[in-house]
């Protein structure tokens, strides 16, 4: 009980910490002389900020149309394929991608969409008549399609997923034959009938994807815009501002961070809400014949098979920037290939990996530790287990530049330099929720005779939940640890606050040269960044299946 | 010796048993039959130690003289046989034979028992298979093997052949006779199938 008290205090206290800490300089305070101004002359000077709107528009358009596409995206597949052996092969196949840390997916499509990438090299010079890369700007436009396009390749497998999970279940296919045999083709139940019982399920999922579009650093850093940045960026380069009066205006800039989300989040529902009754109504009129809805889902459809060809096409291209010798334009592909820039970054190379790999195992198995134990509490305690669960998705749905600077403003008034603890404990923090979301239905399904009678057979409680329990559950375990440990190393935020410049991981390096760093260079370190993830998924996927055989071809050789 | 003394057993809302009491003899079966739903199970688990919380239970359980129920679970020293075998899935058969066997042998002579249980019982080939490798028949012979060899002091069985084909159930009840009178074991049957009764030679009890 002392230990579950104490998981929920080491969860909770830094977003309450970090909450003050950015309440109070909004307020007023300048922590680092300890001297106050007035509350209104803050705000005043947020609002007078030359950037402030644009920057605020950028955000609001790229995280609204993002989710939009995502959504439409992502459900117009699962209506097409769901019920399909193509679409069960699909799934297989883009799951992987849900691994990839966002600014890794960023950087490769930053290496297909620039003037001199491969998607212009595709069409130069037979149909351009381009020698040289266009002077165009395609990445880090104005308008944000870039970022919106990087924002939709990635959260769109994640819907997909959460879609199809959906879509499996006996109500949804029992729906979808039944008003066949009434005489509605698939399409129109999925146009008219089916969003209503989606939504109910994937509101959760989608205000996640919602304020993570509206709040995000990394991806924005890459793709996004420039003077003005998105909003976060801006806010971002305010906290980092060596001159330090403008941490004041910076928290004031997270409080209204955080009240777009809420008003945006808001503003999704009511729309929803009245589309879906919209669609209810169209529902009752009976009529088997929706053009416009077919269409609408068809062309979507479409879009998001291109969408998906584009994310793997961002991913084959880091490893062929990396071991490119020359590649000139508009050629497709590199006159020569070689390790040269590897062995020439190996060392700065196996460091960042190191670091990544440390900070991913250090968190990952803090966070395992912690789950069991808040599972355990709670399989005891089932009256709260839906309460606990709600709490821990907390962190997914609050922006991060708020609180995290939050954090990083008492780490310098309390003066606590310690940057791998630091940044494994703010990692921790968000690998918690998806590991214990992971482990929640295995653990809690988990069958408990097994331990009784393993109990009645051998009084060794604590050795028999290892030995029995713990041994049963690995699938689950290595999942949730592969999980972890992707969402460990996509972390940009937390390790750049955490580590105050003196720890860098594969996600920190990769976008802090991003964009003018060389780009054999950041191709590696890119694909490297991407590899982690993909080994534990495919680790997580392989042990499971031959540990035991394994163990006992070992362990009894001769039989 | 299995004492059960006026044990009462009751839902929130109503009763299920009340004051039963009886006496199992080493190497006695007594089968308590009945309907579904009338804390048949329930009685079992009382006796063994896993009543759910829903649950409430009274009544005094002595094993050779010693009063167990208010003993926790794993001091009971009570065997339980259920319809599923419950074999661990992740261990071999032998693995799972030396899992029950207690501290206090060598390695070596807990490897030659265990291998010598499953001879005499005619399994020593299956020694090194995983459970889900298993027919019923050999399924329902290794768990009731690993229950002996935890050294129990009594019985506790709980519909133990229903999920049996019925070829096989004939030949497993011989078999858990004969290992009931060569252990000496008091055992409490609970079942629905009055052939269960006859085969074990049971005395019967009708709730």
Redesign the interface.
Known sequence: MAGFIGVLLLAFTPFAVGMISILLPALGWQPLTNTWVDTQHVWLELWQQPELVNALLRTLVSGVVATLLALVCAYALVAKLSQTQFGHWLGAVAAPLLSIPHSAAAIGLAFLLAPSGWLFRLVSPWLTDWQRPPNLITIQDPYTLSLILALVLKEMPYLVFVMMAIARQDKIRQLLTTSQQLGYPPLITWGKLLPTLFYRELRLPIFIVLSFNLTVVDVAQILGPDTPPTFAVLLLHWFQDPAIDRIPIASAGALLLLALVAAVSIGWELCARSLLSYLKNLTLTGSRQQPLLEWGLRFAYLLSLLLLALAFLALLVLPIWGFAQRWRFPDLWPQSWSFDTFWRIQQPLLELTANTFMLGVTSVMLALLASLLLLEVSRILTRYTSLIMILFYLPLVLPQIGFLFGIHISLIVIELHHPFWTTAYLHWLYVLPYVLLTLKGPYLAFNQNYLDEAIRLRPHPLRNYLGIKLAMLKPALFTATAIGFAVSVAQYLPTLIGGEGRLSTLTTEAVAQAVAGDRKRVGLVAMTQALLPLLAFLLAALLPRIWTPLRLRLKYPHA | MLELNRISIALPERDLIRDLSVTVAPGQVVAVTGPSGQGKSSLLAYV?G?LPDALQGSGTVNLNGKRIDSLP????R???L?Q?P?L???L?V?ENLL??IPEGQTNRQRRARALDTLAAAGLNQV??Q?PDTLSGGQAARVALL??LL?EPQALLLDEPFSKLDIALREQIREFVLAQIHQFALPTLLVTHDPEDVAALRASEIKL
């Open positions: 063994g896993f679970m794993e001091q009971r009570l065997g339980v259920q599923q419950l661990f899935p992740h071999n032998l899992f029950a020694a090194y995983l690993r229950t935890s």
